[in-house]
C-alpha cells in the first residue's frame, strides 16, 4: 500500500513558478512509476507528466513541454513537478499518482494504482 501527500499549490499570477511535492509512504516508491495529472472543473483528468522507477525516463503532455518538469528523490520518496511560466489555462486540481509498473512510461489515469488527495492550483491572469 503507498499513501501519497501532495503540497506546493496556490494562487499565483500568469507567469509564475510553482512546485509541487508529492510525499509517499511505503518502501516501494522507488519501484513506481509516478505521474502528475490535473483536473479543471467541468472538464476530464488529464495527464500532465510522469517518471519512471530507475532510470528516471520522463514524458510529458505537450501542453507542459518547455515549461513544466518532473523530477524524483527516491531517498525522500519525493516526486516533484516544478512548473513554470505559468498560464491560466493551468488552473487545476493537481493529482500526483503511482503506477507499479514502474518500467514504463503511462498517460493514461487507469493504469494508476495509487492516488493523492489532489492540491488546487491557481493562475490569475
Known amino acids: 500500500q503507498v499513501q501519497l501527500v501532495e503540497s506546493g499549490g496556490g494562487l499565483v499570477q500568469a507567469g509564475d513558478s510553482l512546485r509541487l511535492s508529492c510525499a509517499a509512504s511505503?518502501?516501494?516508491?522507488?519501484?513506481?512509476?509516478m505521474g502528475w495529472f490535473r483536473q479543471a472543473p467541468g472538464k476530464e483528468r488529464e495527464f500532465v507528466a510522469c517518471?519512471?522507477?530507475?532510470?528516471?525516463?520522463?514524458y510529458y503532455a505537450d501542453f507542459v513541454k518547455g515549461r513544466f518538469t518532473i523530477s524524483r528523490d527516491n531517498a525522500k520518496n519525493t516526486v516533484y513537478l516544478q512548473m513554470n511560466s505559468l498560464k491560466p489555462e493551468d488552473t487545476a486540481v493537481y493529482y500526483c499518482?503511482?503506477?507499479?509498473?514502474?518500467?514504463?512510461?503511462?498517460?493514461?489515469?487507469?493504469?494508476?494504482?495509487?492516488w493523492g488527495q489532489g492540491n488546487q492550483v491557481t493562475v490569475s491572469s
Open positions: 499518482a503511482g503506477d507499479g509498473d514502474g518500467g514504463s512510461v503511462s498517460s493514461t489515469p487507469s493504469r494508476y494504482d495509487y
Open positions: 517518471i519512471t522507477r530507475s532510470v528516471s525516463i520522463t
Open positions: 511505503g518502501r516501494t516508491f522507488s519501484s513506481y512509476t
